[in-house]
């Protein structure tokens, strides 16, 4: 209870933060697009404590705050884009969470729509990312609502794939441009002949659909090397960089540009 009531502190102080993490292009060397990973900027008596997303957004997600508190992120990281831009930094696509919850909320598309035209941010500069067990739960009204996002202009990714179960016959069906291989297949690359052959599996996959396929939580040269073998084109992980804060963010791109 202490939890949910400081995390509605949290939303009305101004206490969340996003971080950014970049991902990769492997052919170019260059930030491909940075994910959004919240932050919350808890106050202690002294200073204040950097809680990380697995400490409160399924909290979030278990009394409905994360739809404010996404909606809120969405606008927060659509406007540091826009102030990067009237900086003359590199434009890079933000890849923004989206939870099961938010998309069980009817205003999504709508609020989508008003940070669009509010903060002025091309549409094609904003991705979602989706985990594949949130796609599956909610069948026609999650297609729906991913076809109205998707005429918006904006991408959409399924996050964390090969952990839940999809099938490959849905997978056809969503507007999907993206799949993000779950970390946990990345993590024993080198070692597990069995996850060599996931990761092989789903690049095939991938390539036949004509999705492009980003690899999670690459920690190592070893790791990178195999993925580039496989003809992964984009890599996440902290081998390149961990999720940053805004300014540490708009360096990195300045130093990208
Ligand atoms: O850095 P990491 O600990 O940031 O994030 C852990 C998980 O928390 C991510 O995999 C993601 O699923 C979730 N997450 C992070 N930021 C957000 C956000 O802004 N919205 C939602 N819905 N989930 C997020
Ligand atoms: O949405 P998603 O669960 O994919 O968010 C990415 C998560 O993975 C975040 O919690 C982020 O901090 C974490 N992460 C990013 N890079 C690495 C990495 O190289 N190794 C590990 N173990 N975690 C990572
Ligand atoms: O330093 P920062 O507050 O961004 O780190 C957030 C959390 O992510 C840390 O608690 C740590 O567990 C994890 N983390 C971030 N970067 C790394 C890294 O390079 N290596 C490892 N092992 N963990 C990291
Ligand atoms: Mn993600
Ligand atoms: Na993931």
Redo the contacts with the bound molecule.
């Keep these: 209870f202490e939890l949910e009531s400081n995390l509605r502190q949290a939303l009305a102080n101004g206490e969340f933060e996003p971080?950014y993490q970049p991902i990769m292009d492997i052919a170019t060397g260059r930030v491909h697009a940075l994910e959004v990973l919240l932050r919350w900027r808890k106050p202690l008596l002294v200073g204040t404590e950097?809680v990380?997303p697995d400490d409160f957004i399924p909290v979030l997600e278990e009394n409905g705050m994360i739809v404010p508190v996404g909606e809120w992120v969405i606008r927060r990281a659509c406007e540091q884009s826009m102030a990067w831009q009237r900086d003359g930094l590199p434009q890079v696509p933000l890849a923004i969470n989206l939870s099961a919850r938010q998309f069980m909320h009817k205003a999504l598309v709508e609020s989508i729509r008003r940070i669009v035209e509010e903060t002025g941010i091309d549409p094609a500069l904003v991705e979602f990312e989706i985990t594949e067990t949130a796609l599956m739960q909610h069948g026609e009204q999650t297609l729906d609502i991913l076809g109205q996002i998707n005429r918006m202009g904006m991408r959409l990714s399924i996050d964390d794939f090969g952990t839940g179960y999809s099938s490959l016959a849905y997978l056809k069906r969503f507007p999907v441009r993206k799949i993000k291989i779950d970390r946990t297949f990345v993590r024993e690359l080198v070692a597990s002949s069995e996850d060599r052959a996931i990761v092989a599996a789903v690049m095939a996959l991938a390539n036949s659909l004509q999705l492009q396929v980003v690899a999670e939580g690459v920690?190592t040269a070893e790791q990178l090397a195999l993925l580039r073998g496989f003809g992964c084109q984009y890599v996440q992980g902290?081998l390149f960089a961990?999720?940053l804060d805004s300014g540490a963010t708009g360096q990195l791109l300045l130093e990208d540009g």
């Design positions: 971080f950097l990380l920690e902290w961990r999720a």
